[in-house]
């Protein structure tokens, strides 16, 4: 196997890392006003310490996990510059609105609880809400369509725009990661929380699941027929197969399995992009010619060298720090862990 | 105006604005690290107060550096393809080592600090903050060497066949002359941003304690204005430190720069005429009129400084802009280089950006240095003076250095153009060919406009935080003997 093939390995495995990672906390932003809502909670003060106990089961580690997708940026950018090239410019606009959700995500995380008015937080909560949901659903539009192919000039340019991506197997595929990060999100909250709270989380990851499953086996169906392998075809029955272990195991109370399921069924997901993708990087649709490849897309062999040799060293480490925090914030949560908020007082002199 | 002032403007509100955050970040995650570590060897109160303290406006500073640095990751290929594309064999790799080396390490490791109170023995509690800091100033090294080589490119060959520039020796990007001189003098000036912000905030409150004190006729020392006296002069000794940083690498850099890009220390002056040896080139303090060299303007000179800039004698040889241009046009204008073709006649930067941006980092630097000088023969001997003018300085010291930054950052890359990689590819090259002007306008109105309110809440929040105060102290507790069904000590 050539370096660049092994790259394009190493990126599928950064974006596993970053969808098995992010896609639980994108999970639980987009159910912080159900599990923390009027349907779930006694009262106003009830649901803000549900709040709070849904957002500190991934405070910790949110920012950490975000660090997969810089990292699979810069990967392409080094790897692959001209996949990064024309993905990067040619999906302007969705990148940008991607951006702008994760701006006011974080600073959601970061800000919410540093006030105590309840118009602060209520404002908060949408941003992360939407600063959730937004990415989730653009990631899978954007992927999906790479996987399918984008109009791409001989110069290797990108010269559809916004609408081209907006087609039905793109928006099928923001939809499956909507659902399937809504599920892993659920079982997360499940395995990282007690009482009331728990239960109701696996309740609503049995629900969506089936959803999720559904609409990713149809994705996976459609991708799989256009351009599928008999290697994908095996991911794709193994990404199914996982999902509904998940969900089984969710139903008798075994969140670590559900867990491991979820996360498995999205790596599995991946691995069917990439290998659907295989040897192409991005796809032409106006001639097959014009496909960007991992060979006419990489780059030399030197730099490619210098980046494995770190690599090799350093992504050891990374997850082995990356582990420990999870372990250290292993204990689940419950709202007696909640501090009281600071009572509202003006700023003193 | 054109695609490229676009992409340009784009890139510089982008940029600038990330880069105000930045040094504070990096100088702050020390001197936060330094507070807590303080705490755990003498366990007195203060340092336990300071570094909680500050690691509040620490992380409200840092949660802003870190959104706008995701769109500095992305923009590259957004706005710049033709730029990614000619240089990703080399630009990349850095730029994904700190992503690796530094953004992992970073965030894992602040989340630690932020929520292990109580929960990590307190050793490694403060290690953390330690590594925290590594993060940031590996950071700033990968992505000063990526900048490094745009200034002055090394360990590349141009491969004609596939018209890309190509990695051929890492270690002599990583070590490129330029790096090695830029990478000190913006972590000193990012310490001076830092201990700025500590400096002036402390001052602030020490004021308000020692004014309250005297206003009710209390004991000064019995308030907290002693512990704020104590983290103002910490901020002060490290501004004045990182001053002599900043200047003795600041020396080196223009020598450096003189010798790689003699243009843009031509423009740093806006020097129209070579200054031949044995006449010292004087370096001009304040002008009045236009920079555009047809007559001299020049109220304030300092004889001969700008060729000891420029070589380290003041009788040195310092070229002009237009002897300079005339060779560029020479050299790049006939060289067949297809990404250079376009300004065959025009190899001037905006002068009088480069010129007053270059004053402006090196005299709101000196001003910094002056208040913090100021600010420590005021609190010796355990004085807490409250003067009113020492609100003003309060103020200052956290802005000066971080607009010194900027205005450094402005002239380097302003002083640049019009080449993107110098002498390779011009910026009007590195455009992306796909992307309307519309779209960029549309990234711009929204980076602009989200960007402003940002601003105004951080700084709401900020100035909330520092009225408030250092928390009082309370005994942490040992992880070893935690109740497991206790409230958090920290929690979102």
């Not at chain 1, 060979?295 to 030197?302: E, P």
């Not at chain 2, 002036?200 to 308030?223: C, F, I, P, Y």
């Not at chain 2, 009129?289 to 009788?315: C, K, R, V």
């Not at chain 2, 297809?338 to 001037?348: I, S």
Request: aromatic share 12%.
């Amino acid at each position: 196997m050539d370096l660049a093939t092994f790259w394009f390995i190493v990126l599928g495995v950064l974006w596993t890392g970053y969808l098995v990672l992010e896609g639980f906390d994108f999970g639980v932003g987009m159910l912080l006003p159900v599990l923390g809502g009027k349907r779930y909670a006694s009262d106003d003060a009830d649901a803000e310490k549900r709040r709070r106990v849904l957002l500190n089961t991934i405070g910790p580690v949110w920012d950490g996990n975000e660090v997969w997708v810089l990292t699979a940026g810069g990967a392409t950018f080094a790897a692959f510059p001209h996949w990064y090239a024309t993905l990067f410019s040619g999906f302007y606009l969705p990148l940008l609105l991607i951006l702008v959700a994760l701006i006011v995500r974080n600073l959601g995380f970061e800000y919410r609880h540093k006030r105590p008015e309840a118009r602060w937080k209520a404002r908060w909560d949408q941003a992360i809400f939407w600063g959730s949901l937004v990415p989730a659903l653009l990631w899978g539009v954007a992927l999906t369509n790479i996987v399918r192919g984008v109009p791409i000039d001989a110069n290797k340019e990108f010269t559809g725009n916004l609408f081209s991506l907006l087609n039905p197997a793109g928006l099928l595929g923001g939809l499956v990661f909507v659902a399937l990060f809504l599920t892993h999100g659920a079982i997360f909250v499940a395995l990282k929380t007690d009482g009331k709270i728990r239960h109701e989380a696996r309740q609503i990851a049995g629900r969506v699941g089936i959803v999720a499953a559904v609409l990713a086996v149809a994705l996976l169906l459609w991708i799989g027929l256009g351009d599928g392998k008999l290697a994908s075809w095996v991911t794709t029955v193994v990404a199914a197969a996982a999902l509904l272990g998940a969900l089984a195991a969710n139903r008798v109370g075994r969140e670590g399995w559900a867990f491991i399921g979820t996360a498995v069924t999205i790596a599995m997901a991946v691995a069917t992009y990439f290998l659907v993708l295989f040897p192409n990087v991005m796809p032409s649709s106006t001639n097959p010619d014009w496909n960007l490849t991992i060979a006419n897309a990489s780059s030399t062999d030197y730099t490619l060298k210098v980046m494995t040799i770190v690599a090799l060293i350093f992504t050891p480490i990374v997850l082995m720090y990356q582990g420990w925090t999870y372990w250290v914030f292993r204990k689940r949560l419950t709202v007696n862990h909640i501090p009281e908020d600071a009572p509202l007082e003006p700023v003193s002199r | 105006m054109d695609a490229t002032d676009l992409a340009r403007w784009q890139f510089a509100i982008t940029t600038v604005y990330h880069f105000l955050f930045v040094p504070i970040t990096i100088g702050m995650s020390l001197i936060v690290a330094v507070f807590h570590t303080a705490w755990v060897r003498t366990h007195n109160p203060q340092w336990m107060r300071l570094a909680k303290f500050f690691g509040k406006l620490f992380l409200i500073n840092f949660a802003l550096g870190l959104v706008t640095g995701i769109v500095q990751e992305f923009q590259f290929g957004m706005n710049w393809s033709d730029y990614s594309r000619f240089v990703g064999d080399i630009f990349g790799a850095p730029l994904a080592i700190e992503a690796l080396l530094a953004f992992f390490l970073e965030s894992t490791f602040l989340g630690l600090w932020i929520f292990g109170w109580g929960r990590l023995p307190e050793k490694l509690h403060a290690t953390t903050m330690w590594l925290v800091h590594i993060g940031t100033v590996l950071s700033a090294y990968f992505i000063l060497a990526a900048n490094s080589f745009m200034q002055h490119p090394v360990g590349y060959t141009y491969n004609a066949a596939s018209g890309r520039a190509e990695l051929t020796d890492f270690f002599a990007v990583l070590t490129n002359k330029v790096q090695l001189v830029t990478f000190p003098h913006v972590i000193f000036a990012a310490y001076m941003a830092g201990a700025g912000v500590v400096m002036g905030v402390s001052l602030w409150l020490m004021r308000r304690e020692a004014k309250a004190a005297a206003d009710d006729a209390q004991d000064v020392a019995r308030t907290d204005a002693p512990m704020y006296r104590t983290a103002t002069r910490i901020g002060a000794v490290l501004t004045l430190v990182a001053a002599v940083g900043v200047t003795i690498t600041g020396d080196v850099q223009g020598k450096i720069m003189t010798e790689v890009q003699p243009m843009k220390m031509a423009a740093a002056e806006a020097l129209y005429e070579p200054v031949p040896a044995g006449e010292g080139a004087p370096f001009s303090v304040l002008t009045v009129g236009s920079l555009d060299g047809s007559h001299a303007n020049a109220i304030i000179e300092i004889p001969g400084l700008l060729s000891f800039l420029a070589t380290g004698n003041f009788q040195g040889a310092v070229r002009g802009i237009n002897d300079l241009k005339a060779e560029y046009a020479k050299t790049y204008g006939a060289s067949g280089n297809p990404r250079v073709a376009d300004v065959a006649t025009a190899f001037v930067p905006n002068i009088p950006t480069t010129y007053w941006t270059f004053r402006l980092m090196i005299g709101l630097g000196i001003a910094t240095a002056l208040i913090a000088i100021a600010v420590l023969w005021l609190t010796r001997k355990g004085r807490t003076p409250t003067a009113r003018w020492l609100a003003y300085a309060a103020v200052a010291a956290p802005l000066l250095p971080v607009f010194a930054n900027s205005f450094g950052w402005i002239f380097t890359e302003v002083g640049r153009q019009p080449w993107l990689v110098f002498g390779l590819m011009t910026t009007a090259n590195g455009v992306s060919p796909s992307v309307s002007m519309g779209e960029v306008i549309t990234s711009m109105v929204v980076f602009t406009l989200l960007y402003g309110a940002l601003a105004v809440v951080e700084i709401k929040l900020f100035l909330h935080y520092v009225r408030k105060g250092a928390e009082p102290f309370e005994e942490p507790q040992d992880p070893a003997d935690r109740d497991e069904d206790a409230p958090l000590v920290f929690a979102y």
